[in-house]
């Protein structure tokens, strides 16, 4: 995962929660007024475009050439789903050599890069902190409500090509889990019925436990939802809290993710977490539903 847009009419919060309680380092403001975020040697990984409604705006994959990109645009046509090739200032937007982009069967819009620009050894965290696990495994991962799980899961990996982590079933919730590098999973899907997409959370892998900790303190400090509780999860083993952010999509803030590897075997768990994660604000909307 290369990088990830949202919109939001809550955009200038962003400013106080991506660098003051995420560490993120703000950046120079985008054409639309964007707030733009670094958090690693990636020019930009995190863009919240000022908008009527909160929404995933796009998601950004990393290939390893053009070669590459196009390759699986040609599998992504042969799904039935038209291609765009970007131009070379929409690429320049993205901080990217260039993409080509496309709407997935769920309506999220889906960018295939390559050549991502870096700034090596000049990352500068909005607060002091340890710093964020990203290099090969990506910026961290997305979970996408989607309107038909079997179709999409069909989609993510016979089109785009992940490969199957593994499933939770926890009553009457089914997610899949997705990976394509050493990340447990970089996508994972749910459905909560048809006709309904969103998105439920992202995470962000930091690299030492007492930034998790520290977060949360921050966010009791300064008015920003804790949604859940520290916990540990059954399948990464992530421990993380979960960070309601000013645009409703939740923000999971976890360190120590297992690696996964060619020798993975998927495997199937009847619940989310293996502690922890308790539900702390029931009143908040449950994630960012959207209306397509």
Same mark, same amino acid.
């Not at 995962?1 to 955009?11: E, I, Q, R, W």
């Not at 989609?155 to 785009?160: D, S």
């Not at 989310?272 to 959207?290: C, F, K, N, Q, Y």
């Given at each position: &995962? *290369?990088?990830?847009?949202? /919109?939001? $009419? *809550? ?13 993120? !380092?703000?950046?120079?403001?985008? +054409?639309?007024?964007?707030? =733009?975020?670094? &958090?690693?040697?990636? +020019? ?13 705006a ?12 196009? @390759? ?24 990217v ?12 819009? !889906?960018?295939?890069?390559?050549g !991502? ?6 990352? !500068?965290? /909005? ?22 799980? @079997?179709?999409?899961?069909? %989609?993510?990996? +016979? @089109? ?6 593994? =499933? ?8 899949? %889990? ?24 992202? &995470? ?10 520290i ?6 400090? =300064? ?10 999860h ?15 999509? =939740?923000? +999971? ?15 199937s ?16 909307? $449950? ?6």
């Open positions: &995962m *290369a990088y990830l847009g949202l /919109g939001t $009419p *809550a955009a200038a919060e962003w400013a106080a929660f991506g660098a003051g309680i995420l560490g993120l !380092q703000a950046i120079e403001r985008g +054409e639309d007024g964007a707030l =733009r975020f670094r &958090m690693d040697d990636a +020019e930009c990984r995190l863009w919240v475009h000022p908008g009527e409604r909160n929404d995933i796009y998601i950004g994959w990393t290939l390893a050439d053009e070669d590459a990109a196009a @390759a699986l645009g040609k599998r992504i046509e042969a799904a039935g789903l038209p291609l765009t090739r970007a131009t070379p200032g929409e690429a320049r937007a993205r901080c050599a260039g993409y080509y982009w496309f709407t997935d069967p769920a309506g999220f819009r !889906q960018e295939l890069t390559w !991502q620009f870096l700034s090596p050894a000049t990352f !500068q965290p /909005g607060r002091p902190m340890s710093g964020f696990r990203t290099g090969d495994q990506g910026m961290g991962h997305i979970v996408l409500l989607v309107p038909d799980l @079997a179709v999409c899961d069909r %989609f993510y990996r +016979e @089109a785009m090509g992940f490969n199957i982590s593994d =499933r939770i079933v926890d009553g009457s919730r089914e997610l899949l %889990f997705y990976h394509c590098n050493g990340r447990h999973h970089s996508l994972a899907i749910g459905s909560p019925g048809p006709g309904i997409s969103g998105a439920h959370h992202l &995470m962000l892998e930091v690299n030492a436990l007492d930034d998790v900790g977060a949360v303190d921050l966010c009791g400090e =300064r008015g920003f939802p804790v949604s859940k509780s520290i916990g540990c059954t399948n990464d083993r992530m421990v993380s809290a979960y960070l309601f952010s000013p645009s409703v999509l =939740r923000i +999971e803030y976890g360190v120590g993710g297992v690696a996964i590897d060619d020798l993975w075997e998927p495997k768990y009847s619940r989310t977490s293996i502690w922890g994660h308790h539900e702390l604000r029931p009143d908040l909307p $449950p994630a960012m539903i959207v209306e397509r």
